[in-house]
C-alpha cells in the first residue's frame, strides 16, 4: 500500500473512531424534576431527544459554522484557541523529548550492559517503569513543593508555567521508550550482518550507529502513536494537579456533571465542548500516526 493510501486510511479510521465519540457524546442527559409528593428528579432516554440533539449540532456546523456554545455562551472554537495552545507547549515538547532522550537512555543501557553498576541501574529503570505514571507525578510534585518551596509550580500565568509540566509529562513516555530501545538493539545486535560487521574488525560505536541504529529506528517509529497515548494520558493529570488551564483541564470543567440540581439550574454538562476538545486529541493523535508512516518511509532500508 502507497504511503498516500495509508494516510488516506488512517484519516478515515479517525473519522470513524469520531463519529462514535460524537454520537456517545451526543446522548441526551436532560433531566426532568417532578414535584408530585416530594421533589424528584427523573432520567429518561427517548430517541426523539436523541435525535433532536444530533440534528441541532449538526445544524449549528451547518448554518452558524460553529461547534456550538459553551456554558459561558462562548463559541467552542474560542475556548478551543485559548486552551488547546496552552496544552501544545507541553506536548510538542514533551513528545519531542520523550523520543530523543528515551533512545539515548536506551542506547547507553545497552552499550553498558556488561558493567557491574547495570543489575542496579536496571533494576531502578524497571522500578520506575512499574509504578504507576499518576503516583510518579505525584511524588515529583511533592519533591519540588518540598524542596523547592519558593518555585511556583501551579498555574500557568507564569513565562516559566510549562517547564516543570514538561517535565512530568515527559518522564514516564522517555522510560517507555528507552525501554524498547534497548529491547530492540538487544533483538538486532545478535543479527547476523552486525556479526559479519564485527569481524570485519569495524569498532563497537561503528556498528552500533552505522547499521545496528539504523535498522532500529522504524521499530521506534512503529510506537509513535503509543508515545503520544502516554503523553496526553500524563497531561491529564498534570494540568488538573497543577492548575495548568489547558485542555485537559477544561474537558475537566466540561464533563462537570451532577445529578443534583439547585433551584432550576442545569447540569453543566458541554457536549459541544467535548466534541471539540475530541477533535483536537484525535487530531494529536492522528499527526503521530502520519509522523510514523512518514518516518518509517524514509528511515525504513529495507
Known sequence: ??????????????????????????????????????????????????????SEFITSIWQEHSLGKTRYEN???????????????????????????????????????????????????????????????????WIVILFVPNFDIF????????????????????????????????????????????????TEAYVLIRHVLRNVYPSILNHFPTIMMYVLSNLLVVEWLLDYRGLTYRLFRAVDYTDKISGMTSPNYEGALIIGISICFLSVVLVSQVLSQLGKRLLDPR
Open 1 to 54: 500500500m502507497s504511503l498516500f493510501l495509508k494516510i488516506i486510511h488512517l484519516f478515515m479510521m479517525y473519522v470513524a473512531i469520531f463519529t462514535v465519540l460524537a454520537l456517545i457524546i451526543l446522548i441526551p442527559r436532560q433531566i426532568s424534576v417532578v414535584y408530585e409528593k416530594g421533589e424528584e428528579v427523573h432520567y429518561e432516554f427517548t430517541m426523539q431527544h436523541y435525535a433532536n440533539n444530533i
Open 155 to 202: 498555574g500557568h500565568e507564569h513565562s516559566y508555567a510549562f517547564v516543570v509540566p514538561i517535565i512530568l509529562v515527559t518522564l514516564y513516555p522517555m522510560l517507555y521508550v528507552a525501554k524498547i530501545t534497548e529491547v530492540a538493539l538487544e533483538d538486532e545486535g545478535e543479527q547476523l550482518y552486525v556479526r559479519f560487521a564485527r569481524a570485519m574488525g569495524f
Open 75 to 141: 463559541s467552542v472554537e474560542s475556548e478551543l484557541l485559548i486552551y488547546f495552545p496552552r496544552s501544545l507547549l507541553i506536548i510538542i515538547p514533551s513528545f519531542i523529548l520523550s523520543i530523543i532522550l528515551g533512545i539515548a537512555i536506551g542506547l547507553r543501557q545497552f552499550q553498558t550492559k556488561h558493567r557491574r553498576s547495570y543489575p542496579v541501574r536496571k533494576g531502578v529503570f524497571w522500578l520506575l517503569s512499574s509504578v504507576p505514571d499518576f503516583f510518579l507525578i505525584i511524588c515529583l510534585i
